[in-house]
């Protein structure tokens, strides 16, 4: 059974920094893609960070360029995603994402269906 477990939510003032791991079961993260995704109350969901841990592929959205970094252990079969000077705008749920490589093609999961959720991560940052 695939399991995706996520830590390291929290209540944070802006400016501070946080870390979300994604912690995978049954599955070997060097064989999938592996994203971040977030969702704000009434937005859409927003495609994070990715990474393909096979090759150190890198995927970030413009709005988080330069303050977080995505990161993955082979050892714990863990991702991570760092997060510095956090926003009140970074608020949301954090979902760590999943899909199989041969499916996405590419460093983000496609959200189609083919992919293995996380239980979600609430972020909270207060100016």
């Known amino acids: 059974e695939v399991q995706l477990v996520e830590s390291g939510g929290g209540l944070v003032q802006a400016g501070e920094s946080l870390r979300l791991s994604c912690a995978a079961s049954?599955?070997?993260?060097?064989?999938?893609?592996i994203g971040w995704f977030r969702q704000a109350p009434g937005k859409n969901r927003e495609e994070v960070s990715c990474?393909?841990?096979?090759?150190?592929?890198?995927y970030y959205a413009d709005s988080v360029k330069g303050r977080f970094t995505i990161s993955s252990d082979k050892a714990s079969n863990t991702v991570y995603l760092q997060m510095i000077g956090l926003k009140p705008e970074d608020t949301a749920d954090y979902y760590c994402?999943?899909?199989?490589?041969?499916?996405?093609?590419?460093?983000?999961?496609?959200?189609?269906?083919?992919?293995?959720w996380g239980q979600g991560s609430k972020i909270t940052v207060f100016s």
């Open positions: 994402i999943a899909e199989a490589m041969k499916l996405a093609g590419g460093p983000c999961p496609n959200l189609d269906g083919n992919d293995y």
């Open positions: 049954g599955l070997i993260i060097d064989d999938y893609a």
């Open positions: 990474i393909s841990s096979s090759d150190g592929t890198t």
